[in-house]
């Protein structure tokens, strides 16, 4: 039974490629293919604008760890301020598509009808009761 075993392990035929033609433990199949990890231009600037740098010469108590990002954005809004017109262009490219919009002045609201009026009803409901008063002219 043991000699059975070994004749079975030496077979070749189909779906069973002669040991000597077998890959090594370790070796890939294909040794030109990709590099292992290979970083793609996206995830290398994440890495390194995401990275911390410590700011000297703040006053204490103040924030003195920002991200490479932060600090860029902070020297360009710095050197736009000075006049740099370069500068300034870029800056404004990022502040136009990243920056989120202020909100304006004017108030947003909306109608709350607690119950459904006629329009006949809604005047008499809500129209102002006394005439607007008017100045000394008679002007409104």
């Known amino acids: 039974m043991v000699e059975r075993k070994a004749n079975e392990d030496e077979a070749v035929g189909y779906g069973r490629p002669p040991k000597a033609t077998h890959f090594k433990k370790g070796q890939s199949g294909n040794p030109a293919g990709r590099?292992?990890?290979k970083q793609g231009l996206k995830a290398i600037a994440?890495?390194?604008l995401g990275e911390e740098q410590?700011?000297?010469?703040?006053?204490?108590?103040?924030?003195?760890?920002y991200t490479t990002l932060e600090v860029v954005v902070m020297t360009l809004k710095q050197l736009t301020a000075s006049g740099h017109v370069r500068a300034s262009k870029l800056?404004?490219?990022?502040?136009?598509?990243?920056?989120?919009?202020?909100t304006s002045d004017e108030g947003i609201g909306f109608f709350v009808f607690p119950e459904r009026l006629t329009p006949e009803e809604w005047e008499a409901r809500y129209s102002p009761k006394d005439d607007p008063p008017r100045d000394a002219n008679g002007i409104d």
């Open 35 to 37: 590099p292992r990890n």
């Open 46 to 48: 994440a890495r390194v």
């Open 91 to 102: 800056y404004m490219r990022f502040f136009t598509r990243y920056a989120t919009p202020s």
């Open 54 to 65: 410590r700011l000297s010469g703040k006053p204490k108590g103040d924030r003195v760890r």
